[in-house]
DNA sequence: AACATCAAGTTGACGGTGTCAATCTGAGCT
DNA sequence: AGCTCAGATTGACACCGTCAACTTGATGTT
């Protein structure tokens, strides 16, 4: 079954096993589309060693699974930032940020799943420096899951710098990342069912929030209650200006496609 | 280990082992608080069987899960009439759906998860029967967690009769399922996460997500864009308008405490 | 009341899993 | 050349979901 002989690891080079193992478990993970093919047997058949070797180099399967999760989960901040390179308004930062969010999901969506949707990944950000012995992953875990929810904390506090938002930018923004989270959780869970075209989808729900934040940041209303026909007619006339100063050519020009 | 000594059903009442296993299962479930607790070992030696009985009730262990969630499910579109009874604002209706929706699912975290949270549940849920036989779960399963979607989708349609809406009421109703489900999946995942006070970031959440479909529904941006700096006055306008409105009183008084 | 029927339930086993204690082995230092 | 101990293996354990073959007993019929 194994393929190559595999020359033994050195004095203080056992560690390239791990990344082996590591690689190993991830092709295993994205070929199969399911965590539950990821057997320590088929990973460690895989790179040509034997099962309990594992152990050596991860505390369990969980602890590889997360290791694995976290290598994927490292590009996301690169990501959003390349998205956004050269945006200056920072709502459509925000709107950036967020669709590529999404498309991050999308793309992985065995890590995001492992990482997002299942249960009680420890947290407790505080101080959890990235120094990851690939053993002790959870705290790095959560690291890596709200270094995404940081940066839309940042962007946030530029449009309440620049007077787009009011209030507490951490707030707003977990709203917004309950949002596209929702998105990419559902597209993922429910992946049969008829969905409108997944990009307008995102958009409109991307524009909701946001145009959402902006409003309610401002909105001194009780918490609990919504309000509803003196709406109706005041959105209509804010609809209205803005479409109108929109057209005037008050704004930044639209992005190209955003592909 | 086996307590009772278990009177064997008659010939036709096989059925009625099918209810004591579910139950069993669905008390193992909540009572360890994951899915892997619940063995089909442990499942019949709670009921006092052997354990290949209970393939005789359900096709295999992920039919059981299903029928276990189903069972849960079925309260959901209760619950979320129920919060909503005797309210004749759509909009405030659609507050308090989304508020009981997501009380529901951190109350029913396991079975929240197992159906929404997990890969790749069937769907397509044209004319789905609720007729299960407990074994072709995978069908009405979907219609159980469409069922709440379709209730959201009915008021969002009465919010656009009402003139507070305009576009698909089906598009935005997807939307707002992404901004509910997303703060109970976010919540569920990382239960250690320094989360705001639930209820206000619900609300908040509730409240950006509303305010925003009102708004991004009568303006005809290109799709794709947000704009900015435009925004910022107007929505300073909005808010004051409406709060001076509000103020005097011309609308729904603000409902009792949501408990 | 005795009997045959066949759904309801059991027995025993298979292959697969994560995990671990005990063991071997060989690369690198002395 | 030989020691050392990190690196890797052996063999086993307990548990899992699942199934083919078997037994049992409540029921409808005679």
Redesign the pocket.
Known sequence: MTSKP????????????AEEILLAAEQLLVEAGTEDA?????VAERVG?????V??HFA???ALLAAVCLKGWAELGATMAAAAEGVADPFEVLRRYGASYVRFGLDHPVQYRLLLMTRASAAVPAGGQPGVTATDVTAAEVVAATAALDQITQVTQLCIDAGLFRGEAQALALSMWAAVHGCVSLLLSMPRFPWPPIEEYVDRTLRMIGFGAGLISRVDAPAGTFGSEVMAAEFDATAARLAARRSAGAVDPPPADPG
Chains 1, 2 share one sequence.
Not at 7 to 13: D, L, N, Q, V, Y
Not at 49 to 53: C, G, Q, Y
């Open positions: 595999r020359t033994r690891a050195g004095r203080g080079e056992g560690g390239r096993l990821v057997t320590l047997r088929a060693v034997t099962t309990p070797s152990y050596l369990d399967k969980s």
